[in-house]
């Protein structure tokens, strides 16, 4: 072998020599930094969790409900319209004022109509003055032809003359009754019990018939108008029982169903349900209000609803079991509720036991294969 082909085989033998305790360095660096991380994780605090941010999953008393929303209206609520037209001399009340049913409010009038009367009545007295006349014409034909000293023709015509003079007396008194109702109708009248709404003309001005006056609104017949979908609608009933939240009233009002509409609204397709209320002096037509119609109640497990998120179509919540958070799916009811401290919450029907502690926010700093303590109670002290 010459020298050159030494030279080369010591090269190449080296060179794999190199390589061997490179990658051996190489392997060894890898293996120091795990161990390095390994104990950096162990040194690393574990986070604590107190009280207020988590909580143990239990039987809680849920509700299913619907939520509806809509504005009041009044049942029963009138708007008082001018029978006859007229100057308007009074209106006695104005808007928030409280009337009675028959209570005279205003005043129109009733020249015209007073004089429109005295005509009447004195086209009645001449009428009734002819048909007297007519009548005793056809008394006297009558005895007349039994003795022969007239014929049967004067006594057929006697005998329309009274019928025709007694037609038009019934048509005058006819329309003296009309003229009387007329100057009746120039007083206007409150026509249910409630207060004044609005009001619609002013002292002086000229109503045409049928023109607006006032809105009388009972206030103790408010009822709440919402719309619901086809597939809610079938799950409620007349007597369900909803509580309602109105802006500026601090406590909830319970309703119930007092009335479904049979028809659907042609744009939307919902179905009205009407909610009778309970009298109450905060409560006004107009005002709109928001809640539940509660369908069932029972006792279920749940978790707040701040705890659940939703992932790959999953629903998810975090568990802290042994020192460490872990993402669990579970499945969710039907049922809602609230928890003793106001959180929404909403039942568990799988995924969760009693007894298991869940993050309160799904979505705060803690995440999935996080290291956790919990906050112990504070000692009690004498």
Do not use: C
């Not at 009428?127 to 005793?136: L, P, R, S, V, Y």
């Not at 249910?192 to 609005?198: H, P």
């Not at 009388?216 to 979908?229: G, H, I, K």
């Not at 629903?315 to 579970?330: A, C, E, F, I």
């Amino acid at each position: 072998m010459s020298n050159k082909t030494k030279w080369i085989a010591l090269a190449a033998g080296v060179l794999v020599l190199g390589g061997g305790i490179g990658r051996a360095i190489v392997h060894k660096k890898a293996q120091q930094s795990d161990l390095a991380q390994s104990s950096a994780s162990a040194q690393a605090p574990q986070m604590t969790l107190t009280s207020r941010e988590v909580m143990t999953a239990q039987p809680t008393q849920l509700t299913h409900t619907i939520a509806i929303s809509g504005s009041l209206s009044a049942q029963r609520s009138a708007i008082v319209k001018a029978k006859v037209a007229a100057e308007l001399l009074s209106l006695k009340v104005r808007e928030g004022d409280q009337v009675k049913a028959d209570q005279v409010i205003g005043k129109l009038d009733p020249q015209e109509f007073d004089t429109k009367l005295q005509q009447a009545r004195q086209q009645a007295a001449s009428a009734k003055a002819q048909w007297q006349i007519a009548q005793q014409n056809l008394d006297n034909n009558q005895a007349l032809i039994q003795q022969g000293f007239i014929s049967r023709n004067a006594l057929d015509t006697s005998q329309s003359n009274a019928a025709g003079t007694k037609a038009a007396y019934e048509a005058a008194q006819a329309a003296v009754d009309l003229a009387s109702k007329s100057l009746k109708d120039s007083t206007v009248r409150a026509p249910i019990a409630g207060q004044i709404s609005q009001r619609f003309v002013q002292a002086g001005e000229r109503v045409a018939v049928d023109g607006r006056i006032v809105e009388v609104v009972d206030l103790n017949s408010l009822e709440l108008q919402s719309p619901l979908s086809p597939q809610d609608v079938t799950q409620v009933r007349v007597g369900s029982p909803a509580t309602l939240h109105l802006d500026g009233l601090s406590e909830a009002i319970t309703a119930r169903i007092a009335r479904i509409n049979p028809s659907a609204t042609a744009d939307t397709r919902s179905v009205m349900v009407y909610l009778a209320l309970p009298s109450h002096p905060a409560l006004r037509q107009g005002l709109f209000a928001q809640g539940e119609i509660m369908l069932a109640q029972r006792t279920a497990l749940a978790v707040p609803l701040s705890a659940i998120t939703r992932e790959s179509g999953r629903d998810q919540v975090l568990r802290v079991s042994q020192g460490k958070v872990s993402r669990v799916n579970v499945k969710l009811g039907t049922h809602s509720g609230k928890s003793p401290e106001g959180l929404p919450m909403r039942e568990v029907i799988e995924g969760v036991q009693a007894g298991d502690v869940i993050v309160r926010n799904a979505t705060g700093t803690v995440h999935d294969g996080q290291a956790v303590k919990l906050e112990q109670p504070a000692a009690a002290t004498r």
